[in-house]
């Protein structure tokens, strides 16, 4: 063992006082791989913004991220050794970076990878458009939904604002540009059609016919004679929904530039706006990309575009911990985190308004520049960390008081609760033959947001344990577990996440640790628990729908497996002294396993890996043993 738990706890409380910003944040990066790098190249040099110190230096981190198959990966374990979507991307950006010819032995290795697995044509649907845009794939292949679907009233079955605010966020630009077919090449642009097989254009003929014969086929053209209903000519309403859907981009606008702060909404934006006749130089678009400018940060000294910044996410869960640990509200470190959070309370009213009518503004977002786009998990990290000072502080009491009447507001009808909306879950959305609709398009219940918000109300507030509220999360955490007992988490790796959220969340609600659905999970974590002592779950989990050992430990994992059991056992057990000496014996570790993706963004798509958790989550499950079994020696 490289120390005790109580050296363990010290020295990470340490290290996280030492990494705190100026200003009480931590700004640890948010890493989703290399798509957002290749895609800030292909933006820069679309725009012809040469700035040629970012370009080389995105470049350099591409180049170094390569395998040796040639190939690009989103995590360490993916099938077929990489990711054709993510080598497409990086194929495209080193050459119209200019720092890559064809015939750069890394590039001919990256384009065999592709051709041997399809081509492009087996590339996502970002990936497609992105080529679309800039002349290299053809929009007539790409299922898009008319500009028009804005005016579709809310009474109607389904609308633009059923559509979750992620997708919405990055629906809304790209209608317009399908509604234009908008390409923008320059004299940079390189040629890809060698990326090509022969039969692609069959292949593409039977998507389309596979896409259209569907059941939407039927419920598009109920769409279409629903807007045809619409008063006026038919040039008239389509140039009225690409106004009204460019005031809806313009008005979500945050004061950094970016749309919502989501680098792939952002780079559509852009390019939607010059579709419209902006130049580029237009101070909303230099603006914009000076806000995805801003997301760069460091990445074992190389220079990553985040997709988003996690500084409220990282902030909040870091005081918690820490004060979890023992660490005092009076401390220094602790107040200017907390002096942070409350500066970065939304105050407006954003798209939640339009489901849940009565709501007052009260959340916080996910990002430092978050000021309309609150989220449940993030309101309630935040509001962990104030807790101790509300009766300390009139505004604080505010704060606190407004952050919890909005988590209630936002509880689903089905009793669990979303990540950012109520009500945005529609059955029909399944229908729309939209690659992943379920991850952009969705924002339904999920067991790691329901088990999250009820541990809050049950350990830090005084809700009664019989409230309706509680009940109906409790009752929807029963109906959603897992035949093997189970949870599916939406936002990280994937079932020990959703089983750790939703064990944590019954024992705060009052269920005692021997209901069998409490068992049915311990039981489940018991028998998945690697000789080692530690947990491990691959990406795989998350498209697959189904557990997928990843074969080794992490960090990660093995805290959130282990509070879990720690919270659910009344005795100190076997399965428990593993885990702790599993952290305790690999704190310092630094392989594959500290930086494989611990949380999803869009499964098969994009993967997070969060640096702060390797901090959080161990602390969390170290401060937490040594509060339930202080007399026990391991």
């Not at 702060?612 to 007399?631: E, G, V």
Request: net charge negative; charged share 20%; aromatic share 12%.
């Amino acid at each position: 063992m490289n120390g005790t738990l109580s050296d363990e706890i010290k020295r990470i409380i340490s290290i996280l006082k030492k990494d705190q910003s100026e200003v009480g944040t931590w700004d640890y990066p948010f890493e989703t791989g290399i798509t957002t790098d290749a895609y800030m190249i292909i933006l820069l040099r679309s725009l012809t913004i040469d700035d040629e110190e970012l370009i080389k230096e995105l470049v350099d981190r591409i180049l170094s991220e390569q395998r040796d198959c040639g190939a690009w990966k989103l995590f360490y374990d993916e099938e077929d050794d990489g990711n054709v979507a993510a080598t497409i991307e990086a194929y495209y950006a080193l050459l119209y970076s200019g720092y890559c010819s064809h015939d750069d032995v890394q590039m001919q290795i990256a384009r065999q990878f592709i051709l041997s697995n399809g081509g492009i044509n087996k590339s996502n649907l970002l990936t497609k458009i992105m080529l679309a845009v800039t002349g290299q794939f053809s929009w007539a292949k790409i299922f898009t939904i008319p500009t028009e679907f804005v005016f579709l009233p809310h009474s109607f079955p389904i609308n633009f604002f059923d559509f979750s605010v992620f997708g919405r966020a990055n629906i809304a630009p790209l209608m317009i540009l399908a509604d234009k077919k908008y390409i923008i090449k320059t004299n940079k642009s390189p040629n890809i059609s060698d990326l090509y097989i022969l039969n692609h254009n069959r292949w593409d003929e039977e998507y389309l016919s596979r896409v259209l014969s569907n059941e939407w086929n039927p419920f598009l053209l109920s769409i279409q004679k629903r807007i045809e209903d619409l008063i006026g000519l038919p040039k008239q309403i389509q140039e009225l929904a690409v106004d009204k859907t460019k005031q809806y981009m313009l008005e979500r606008i945050e004061p950094d530039g970016t749309l919502y702060s989501y680098f792939s909404s952002t780079f559509l934006l852009i390019f939607a706006l010059l579709s419209l006749g902006y130049k580029k130089d237009h101070p909303t678009i230099i603006h914009a990309v000076n806000g995805l400018k801003s997301m760069k940060c460091q990445v074992d000294g190389k220079t990553h575009m985040q997709f988003t910044t996690a500084t409220v996410w990282n902030t909040a869960l870091i005081s918690y911990a820490m004060q979890e640990a023992g660490v005092s509200e009076l401390d220094p470190v602790i107040k200017k985190a907390n002096q942070f959070l409350l500066t970065r309370k939304n105050y407006k009213y954003g798209d939640w308004l339009i489901h849940s009518p009565h709501s007052l503004p009260g959340g916080w977002g996910f990002s430092n520049v978050n000021t309309m786009n609150p989220d449940i998990d993030d309101t309630t990290a935040s509001l962990r960390s104030i807790c101790k000072t509300v009766n300390k502080n009139p505004k604080v009491h505010t704060s606190w008081d407004r952050g919890i009447s909005w988590v209630f507001s936002m509880q689903n009808d089905d009793g669990g609760w979303p990540s950012f909306e109520k009500g945005v879950n529609k059955s029909i959305l399944s229908m729309i033959p939209i690659e992943d609709a379920e991850y952009l398009l969705a924002d339904p219940s999920s067991a790691d947001l329901t088990g999250r918000t009820l541990e809050f109300f049950g350990k830090f507030t005084n809700l009664k344990k019989s409230h309706d509220s509680i009940k109906l999360g409790v009752n929807w955490l029963f109906d959603h577990q897992e035949p093997n007992g189970s949870w599916y988490g939406r936002w990280g790796i994937c079932y020990i996440y959703g089983a750790w959220a939703a064990i944590t969340g019954l024992v705060a609600a009052g269920i005692s640790s021997d209901h069998p659905s409490i068992q049915k999970s311990v039981k489940w974590l018991r028998e998945i628990q690697n000789s080692d002592g530690g947990w491990g779950e691959s990406c795989k989990s998350d498209k697959m729908k189904t557990y997928v050992p990843l074969r080794a430990s992490t960090l990660t994992h093995t805290a959130w497996a282990l509070d879990a059991l720690i919270a659910a056992e009344d005795e100190l057990t076997p399965e428990i002294i593993s885990g702790i000496k599993y952290i305790l014996e690999n704190n310092d570790k630094d392989d594959w396993t500290t930086s494989y993706p611990k949380g999803q963004g869009m499964a098969g798509s994009f993967y997070i890996h969060y640096h702060s958790y390797r901090y959080i989550f161990p602390l969390i499950a170290l401060a937490h043993y040594q509060k339930k079994f202080p007399n026990e020696s391991l």
